[in-house]
């Protein structure tokens, strides 16, 4: 993959550069790739203390001097950014930080708008108010048309930066990118663990496909992204083909050393709530054009006013103290027109003959580079 190393450098070099979500599979990755350009500082902001821990141990021994602020606060407490912002007065901020698990955001729909939703404002709203140089939003293909509460909090977040940076001197972007390989709560570790005892390996449905690229491929693109447009843009990352969850699986087993469906039973489980057979890179609204990376795409959705914007967060962060589970998933589908959350659940998948599936033509694991 060709990168403009150049055109990078001069962003991130001799910059103080901040990293939310920093513990996380997709935030340190980001720092190890920001690394590599010499920041004059690179601060690591978690809500949890043993990943920033670890992160920082790890960094100090390929850091080349540059110093390393490990940072304990979470996005939503405007106070703690505040005074992280003042004190240590960042010129380029990462935003990794979210609740990305998609069941569990479905059963803790108040949890997603206060991590993903009011997070990223306090965080966009500082970083406006403190004049920081350029605001990097980490986004989900699950923000297309979502069918989820994390997807449906995430095109909220992304509604609200578009419109802060309307008018504001920080230049802020979007990148939007699928799954990863290997990530936290994804399901290769799964994977992994179900084989390493035996079997048999879960598959939610024998038709669901997704996207996948690998972490250290996602997060160059996503400094590549950060160094294109004026700012509003939202970045599509080029994903390739969609790969088929069940032949994700085959090609595990047998990398792990067994025969699938003989050795190591693959079983049906049923979608589960907020999920998508399929998932989608980019709305056909977006008009999505090509930028001189061809990797990389962008397009720009409806504009919705600051105000207006400011008003639909305002409204969600008021439910989140005492708001039933329906209570608040009603409102964020009034508030992001394009999320049609499910009216009840979806018909359990039945679990089906593996061998019914064998017949699938869709890339394999192979095909994006599988980890090892």
Known sequence: MELEEDAISHFIHDKRV??????????????RQVLRY?????QLLDQAENPIFHLQRELSQKSNGTPLVPLIGNVSNADR???????HQPEIIFHAAAHKHVPLMEQNPSEAVRNNILGSRTV????????????????????VNPTSVMGASKRMAEMYVQSLAEHSKTRFVTVRFGNVLGSE????????EQIARGGPVMVTHP???????????????VLQSATMGEGGEIFILEMGAPIKIVNLARDLIRLSGYQPDKEIAIEFSGMRPGEKLYEEINLGSEKAQKTKHPRIWTGKHRQLDHKSASKLVDELVAM????EIATVIAALARCVPEYVPETKKPAEAQALPAEESQHAKTPSLQSVRATR
Do not use: W
């Open 18 to 31: 901040l990293v939310t979500g920093a513990g996380g599979s997709i935030g340190s990755e980001i720092c």
């Open 38 to 42: 010499g920041p004059k500082e690179l």
């Open 81 to 87: 950014i505040g005074r992280i912002i003042a004190e």
């Open 124 to 143: 966009a709203d500082l970083a406006h108010e403190h004049g920081v140089e350029a605001f990097v939003m980490i986004s989900t293909d699950k923000a």
């Open 185 to 192: 709560g994804s399901v290769v570790p799964l994977f992994k």
């Open 207 to 221: 038709e669901m496909k997704r996207y996948f690229m690998t972490i250290p491929e996602a997060s160059q693109l």
């Open 320 to 323: 989140i103290p005492n708001a």
